[in-house]
């Protein structure tokens, strides 16, 4: 199946810093990928779609000034946990549907963010 | 939007006994449905998918399946392992192409 890599698989900061978190799809290209916050033990939450050559969309209640979000090529997008609280520890997870002809999603193995 | 419901949030069988997840979901445009096994610290694994205009699905033990009427699908395993064990998340949305709701999870526990 396609594979969606992330970077870095852990981070621990400091609170005030910020945190970037890579997402690549490493055998297709993708226009759109998604952003996904998953807290200890519950399920998966989309924060943002971020596409390629153009704004990200966020969720309701989602931060756009604190969670940037860069889709760079077609092949990378970036999520920027700016000014970071430990209340925004948790598990980023990215997710990047290979268009046309491969209707399905493949998931990144994820970013376990722990800020101190 | 779209509001997945998930049961039961946990589940024991023994190893060799069947084990089924049920789900429903409220948006009548909803059309993909996948299930997905999250090991512990590790991101979501696809196992299955099934769209709507297919009742039912199987990938040798894993079987899924969709009642469009109901709005309601599930996942049966079956011959259990005790590497089955994790936590199984469904999910829907529009196209394969959207993003996913996901229902709470289900945490699965093979007993050998």
């Known amino acids: 199946g396609a594979v969606v890599s992330q970077h870095p698989s852990r981070v621990i900061c400091k609170s005030g810093t910020s945190v970037k978190i890579e997402c690549r799809s490493l055998d297709f290209q993708a226009t759109t990928m998604f952003w996904y916050r998953q807290f200890p033990k519950q399920s998966l939450m989309l924060m943002a779609t971020s596409n390629e050559g153009s704004k990200a969309t966020y969720e309701q209640g989602v931060e756009k000034d604190k969670f940037l979000i860069n889709h760079a090529s077609l092949t990378l997008s970036t999520l920027t946990v700016t000014s970071a609280h430990p209340e925004d520890s948790s598990f980023y997870i990215c997710?990047?549907?290979?268009?046309?002809?491969?209707?399905?999603?493949?998931f990144g193995p994820g970013t376990r963010l722990t800020v101190l | 939007g779209e509001n997945v419901e998930q049961h039961p949030s946990t589940l024991s069988v023994q190893e060799g006994d069947s084990a089924v997840i049920k789900c429903t979901y409220s948006d009548s445009a909803s059309n993909y449905f996948p299930w997905y096994k999250q090991e512990l610290g590790k991101g979501p694994q696809l196992i299955i998918d099934?769209?709507?205009?297919?009742g039912e699905k199987k990938d040798q033990r894993i079987a899924v399946t969709l009642n469009k009427t109901a709005k309601h699908f599930s996942l049966h395993i079956t011959e259990t392992q005790p590497e089955d064990s994790a936590v199984y998340f469904c999910a829907a949305s529009i196209t394969g192409n959207t993003p996913l709701v996901f229902g709470k999870g289900t945490r699965l526990s093979v007993i050998a």
């Open positions: 099934i769209r709507s205009n297919v």
């Open positions: 997710s990047a549907p290979p268009g046309t002809g491969r209707r399905t999603q493949y």
